[in-house]
Structure formats: C-alpha cells, structure tokens
C-alpha cells in the first residue's frame, strides 16, 4: 500500500505543477496574432483534456487494488507521458 500511496502523492504533485504550466501558456496567448491564438487554442485544449483524462484516471486508480491497480497504473502512465509530451510540445511553440 505504500507504493500506491507514494505513487498517488507523486502524480497529484505532477498534476498541479502542469496544470500550472499550462495556465503560463494560457496567459502568454494575448502576446500572439489572431491566426496563431486560434491554433494554441486548440492546442490548450487538448491539454486540458488530456489533464482531465490523467485526472479521472487517478480517481479510478484511488479505488483500485491489487491487480486491477497494476493495470489501471500502467494506463495511467501511458496518459502521463502523453500529457508531458503534450506540453513539452506546446511550450516549445510558444517560445
């Protein structure tokens, strides 16, 4: 059980930290052209989709134990290094 706490700790950590990453992004959208905000717009978006999907996911991970938590981690691992990439991307084109 202390893996599963630790782990939880972990990426309710990482989750507020990009989530404040992707509100920088958010403010920097008032110093872009109509055209290019339409794009990061889009991108935000599925940013912040893709924080509710890892973010539902680590509800579900709460409840979880045993085996079903083992599967449901390395999904949710899956969506975490989506998301990072996600706004490895997004903050390089906003540079």
């Known amino acids: 059980m202390k893996l599963h706490n630790a782990y939880t700790e972990k990426m309710d950590a ?17 110093n872009v052209s109509a055209d290019l905000k339409v794009r990061r717009m889009e991108e935000l978006h599925a940013l912040r989709a893709q924080q509710h999907a890892a973010a539902e996911k680590m509800r579900e991970l709460g409840k979880a134990s045993g085996a079903a ?10 969506l975490w290094d989506d998301l990072k990439s996600g706004l490895a991307d997004a903050q390089s084109k906003f540079k």
């Open 69 to 78: 938590w083992e599967d449901m981690k390395n999904t949710a691992d899956k």
């Open 14 to 30: 990482q989750m507020k930290e990009w989530g404040a990453q992707v509100q920088l992004l958010e403010a920097k959208m008032d």
